[in-house]
């Protein structure tokens, strides 16, 4: 991993650094045993398809039968749970226990039909083969080398998401875009914010963190991309998709935060946690509330201030995935991108005494869900968000002007434009 003294002058992007070997070895084996364990599984049948050539109901199944359900003429019935749980019976070819619902509002139904315009195993694959280089761009134009591309690559949660067919990759690679792109093309940054608003839940925080930082033309361009996708959502699938979308999600909030249909083990947030240990779903949700307000408050103190853009990046990529009550690990691939931030925070001034090993014990966390099925998820952000807590910290007790207290890519950039 990379060493610095504090306070290390560099120039308008981090200064080249190299992986120390065995943090170089740890990537590698990562990157090597999530590759084998894919194909070690669809040769043995656990993956996409079982031994007797039978498709496996994973939550990319969702997906694809809704995509049919378009082609078939009625994109309105993926919001009926029992409508669509025979669409994805009628996808798989065989019945199966449970279910996956569709619950994304009807402009993720353009994504979903053009799968579904591909035989089942090829979209799956298509999905995961596509967006994971938008996740991985991502990490890397943050982290500005290629180390990046690497540390990307070995993150714990790629594995996850591929492995159930989610929506990971594009959420992750998404919210990194915004982040990367907002200083020096706030335009396009509100793109990837409008596009990102297939999963609302993880956007909460933007238009708070736009506003206070005075990303004005950002928020314009968020706001016109949003209207545009749900215009064209209700030309191509009707209105009625939009009133069944609206209609179904009390019933899905009920079942996912009330029932706990999908078990509170595999929720990572803050209201799970509530629910696990017993508590009830009022105290769950007054837990939930004071701590995303608390967040967002902090948030919205920290893109006031004059600390570096890319701290205030690291703590909106975090608190997205501490706000919200719905979470599942294949989401917690945004939380590399707090990662990537701290990593080139630290390259640029020097890293903090025990931050590489928090980082590392995060990505652990992350890496042991499957075999403990807790909330190890949400310890993992904590963690993160602890030491950008210490970052903050940090750069406010600095000197104004510091490379502590200003970060010098953000700091060289406005000199030069004065």
Known sequence: MPSMPPGTVTSGRPQSFRLTGSVELICFALCLAQCVYLVASLFQGSWIIDASGQRIATDFVNVWASGRQVLAGDPAGAYDPAIHKDAEVAAIGHPFAGEYPWIYPPT?????????????????????VLTFPVYVSAVRAIIGQRAGIVLACAFPGVLSNAVVGQNGFATAG???????????????????????????????????????????????????????????????????????????LPAASQ?????????????????????????????????????????????????????????????????????????FVYDLLVLALPMAFLIRIGGSVGFMRGEMLAIGFASFLVLIFPLVTAPVGLAATLLVALVIALRVHRALAAPVGSPEYSGLPVLQHELRGS
């Open 108 to 128: 993720f139904l353009f994504v979903a039909t053009l799968l579904a315009a591909l035989p089942f195993v090829s979209a799956h694959v298509a999905w995961i």
């Open 174 to 248: 998404l919210i990194g875009g915004a982040l990367v792109l907002l200083e020096r093309s706030p335009m396009l940054a509100g793109c990837c914010i409008g596009l990102l608003t297939f999963k609302p839940h993880l956007g909460i925080l933007f238009p708070v963190v736009l506003a206070a930082g005075g990303h004005w033309r950002a928020m314009a361009s968020a706001a016109t991309v949003t209207a545009l996708l749900a215009l064209a959502s209700c030309v191509a699938f009707g209105v009625e998709s939009w009133h069944a979308f609206l209609q179904s």
């Open 255 to 327: 079942a996912a935060l009330t029932q706990g249909r999908a078990d509170w083990a595999k929720l990572q947030s803050i209201f799970a946690v509530a629910r696990l240990a017993g508590g009830s779903v009022a105290l769950a949700w007054t837990l939930q509330l004071v701590f995303a307000s608390t967040v967002a408050i902090l948030l919205y103190a920290m893109w006031r201030s004059k600390i570096s853009s890319d701290l205030k990046a690291a703590g909106l990529a975090t608190g997205a995935l501490l706000v919200t009550p719905y979470l």
